[in-house]
């Protein structure tokens, strides 16, 4: 009885925590403020972001593929050699942001605010934008990305 009692026991908790998350693997940041934390060369695939204020952040070198930072403050951080494929950055703000190298592919920016934004070496294949920010990024788009091989300037369909 009390053997059959310990391994129902132990069978509870196996089944509780298969469905549940760890707390030390938090993933989601949403309305956080994370003035200048260094979140380089980091593993954030899926991680939601939405809302948060990351002013002065590093974030080069992360994985950020599939994230959410919807609404996000990204002013002054580094993105550098980040990879954004598949995120959402609708409606955050990206103003001194460097992204230099990153790739965007298929991410989803349509409402994004890109100001004084580096994006040397950048890919947007498949970003939708407006077509005013698409006209302002052209203007200071160049290089190509060293992951995709792709002209920043082709990646975001501008005229020559």
Known sequence: MRKTLLLAFFASLLICFSFTKP????TDYSKQSLLEVDFSNRDLRAVTFNLTNFRG???SGSNLQAASLF??????SNLSNTNLREA???????????LTNAVLE???????????????GADFTNVPMRSDVIKDLCLIANGTNPITLR??????????
């Open 106 to 120: 298929d991410a989803f920016a349509f409402n994004t605010k890109f100001e004084d934004v580096i994006i040397t």
């Open 71 to 76: 609404g996000s403050k990204l002013e002054d």
């Open 57 to 59: 952040a590093n974030l």
């Open 88 to 98: 959402t950055l609708d409606s955050a703000v990206l103003k001194g942001t460097d």
């Open 151 to 160: 002209d920043t300037r082709e990646t975001l369909a501008c005229e020559p």
């Open 23 to 26: 707390i030390w693997s938090l």
